[in-house]
């Protein structure tokens, strides 16, 4: 109780609008500080009713049941940006208790390697760990229950060098961790900010693992990077791990360029909610065999010339991407070099809007993805392009467009790639054609679209000489047909096997039947009918 008041459900302590009179407030916050809090405490203005908001610069919250938050200062440190504060961080950290960083410039000379289960820390406002002499501040070994909060973290070495960590890192057990409103920087030096290592652990070794509300800025190599490059891909190490509603900003200044990578055989990899600007190579990275991942929400702005938003890569091939979950990402610019879906099997894919400068969207070698209201815009490539063994994949109610460029909206390459389609969608183009198939690809259709938002759109007129004729892709690359041409005698024309609609216009003097090969339609001379084609069948509609 203070002044009468009880604490609430989440242990905010209540004081009153008059000033408090209780002087062990200050220590149920923040020991060894009470002078700054009991300033703000008893300024001669009304105060708010929650300790939250009065602590300075809303930088320490009250703890609960009476737990005590112990300030760094008293194990030695001094903050001043030049005494070597690790030891003194050592020390708090043995104490086991719950730990407050003031406001200051804390310099670690060496790597804090240890055991850090059971951490609590909390930074005030200001509070910053940095070395200049070290990229590793802390370094996690078989780690269970760390929550650490407003705290920045920066690797002040001048040089290029490369490491292959991280200001934080582990490459052992590490469980229930949170890093919640921390700062990352590294600006000149060839490291990430975040780097948890799994390789070859033991099963589930890494499990509940999450980043929310940091910001990782000026990164030489990857704001943050989660991995498990065993050889053996038999079992999980990583299990439910997830960076949310996070900030990265130039990234990658001094080599790889990716904002945030899970890489390897993990399982329920979440990025979510996570605003990325200007990204260098790759903005969000799922690379390997991954079980149920998950990137939602994402933005992306002022990406680089060749980077993709969103790449899932495997290097393992005979291992696919079992069910990943691609929804609401946005570009707010038009920007990057599309973004790769390579391997993805049974995936869902909603709502997403990108704007691209260059590329595509790319799907490699994938079966079963479901993709609804999508919206993929290229100024510079083709809106949509899909190659490899890709098999039984719908894009439904989309919205493909290409620019100026001879580039065909919709692409199929490879004779692997087959039965994959576009389906009541809108296509937009301005040079190219709308689809197209190479390299032998066939079964794959745009079906019932609008082209410009108009039905039955564009109408292209095929000229058919005195003969038989055969109409390849780019010729029937239209949802009308008009037949035209001087007639002495019934003629046949043959169509692309495809599955897809067609409203034909027979202006020739006699009739015209079509064929995909097999069943055959009638037209007669001045008829319409509409069709629907699917492989070497065609009916009348």
């Known amino acids: 109780m203070v002044n009468g008041e009880s604490p609430d459900t989440n242990w905010n302590v ?51 049941k009476g737990d005590l ?15 070597d504060d690790a030891p003194a961080f050592v020390a708090a950290f043995n104490s086991g208790l719950p730990l407050y ?19 609590h820390m909390v930074g005030q406002s200001g509070a910053r760990v940095f070395s200049d002499t070290v990229d590793q501040l802390f370094r996690f070994s078989s780690t269970d229950g760390v929550h650490i909060e407003n705290i920045s973290f920066e690797c002040a070495v001048a040089d290029a060098a490369n490491s292959n960590y991280g200001l934080l890192s582990s490459t052992s057990s590490l469980k229930n961790i949170l890093l919640y409103r921390c700062v990352f920087t590294a600006a000149n030096r060839n490291t990430n900010g975040v780097k948890f290592i799994a390789d070859n652990l033991a099963e589930l070794s890494v499990e509940n693992v999450f980043a929310r509300e940091c910001v ?31 900030a990265f900003q130039d990234c990658g200044t001094l080599s790889t360029g990716i904002d945030l990578s899970f890489s390897g055989h993990l399982c329920g990899a979440v990025a979510r909610g996570n605003t990325l600007i200007r990204s260098a190579t790759i903005g969000v990275e799922f690379a390997g065999d991954h079980e149920m991942p998950v990137a939602v929400g994402n933005t992306f702005s002022s990406m680089g010339p060749s980077c993709n938003a969103i790449s899932f890569t495997n290097n393992y091939n005979s291992n696919q991407v079992i069910g990943a979950v691609i929804e609401g990402n946005r570009s707010i610019d038009r920007s990057g070099s599309g973004s790769r879906l390579w391997y993805l099997y049974n995936a869902r894919l909603s709502r997403n809007y990108f704007k691209f400068a260059s590329g595509a969207m790319v799907l490699r070698s994938c079966v079963r993805t479901v993709a609804y209201g999508e919206t993929y815009d290229s100024s510079g490539a083709y809106a949509l392009f899909i190659e490899g063994t890709s098999t039984d994949n719908v894009f439904e109610r989309c919205e493909l467009r290409t620019g100026t460029g001879a580039f065909s909206i919709f692409r199929v390459n490879g004779a692997d790639s087959v039965r994959n389609y576009v389906v009541r ?24 679209c609008d082209h410009g ?12 000489a005195d003969a038989d004729k055969t109409i390849n892709v780019v010729e029937a690359d239209s949802e009308a047909l008009i037949f035209s041409g001087t007639l002495t005698a019934a003629r046949t024309v043959t169509l692309q096997n495809a599955k897809r609609a067609y ?10 039947s079509v064929t995909t090969g097999g069943t055959a339609v009638a037209i007669a001379a001045g008829a319409t009918k509409i069709v629907y084609v699917e492989g070497t069948t065609i009916t009348e509609v």
Not at 436 to 441: E, F, G, M, P, V
């Open 425 to 448: 969608s809108n296509l937009i183009r301005s040079v190219g054609v709308t689809f197209d198939q190479i390299n032998s690809s066939t079964q794959n259709a745009i079906i019932q």
């Open 69 to 83: 938050l112990a300030s760094v200062k008293d194990f030695g440190a001094i903050g001043d940006g030049i005494t």
């Open 453 to 464: 938002s108009t039905r039955w759109q564009p109408v292209k007129t095929i000229t058919i």
């Open 503 to 512: 409203r034909l216009k027979n202006n020739t003097a006699q009739q015209v």
């Open 216 to 246: 990782f800025r000026n990164i030489g190599r990857m704001g943050m990077e989660i991995q498990d490059h065993s050889v053996d891909r038999t079992i999980v190490r990583v299990k439910n791990v997830g960076v949310i509603d996070c």
């Open 101 to 119: 960083v003031p406001r200051g410039d804390y310099r670690l000379a060496s790597t804090i390697t240890r055991n850090f289960s059971g951490l």
């Open 14 to 64: 209540f004081v009153s609008g008059e000033g408090v009179a209780d002087s062990n407030l200050a220590d149920m916050v923040v020991a060894g500080e009470t002078k700054t809090a009991l300033d703000a405490v008893y300024a001669p203005v009304s105060l708010s009713a929650r300790v939250a908001d009065i602590a300075p610069d809303g930088g320490v919250r009250a703890v609960g």
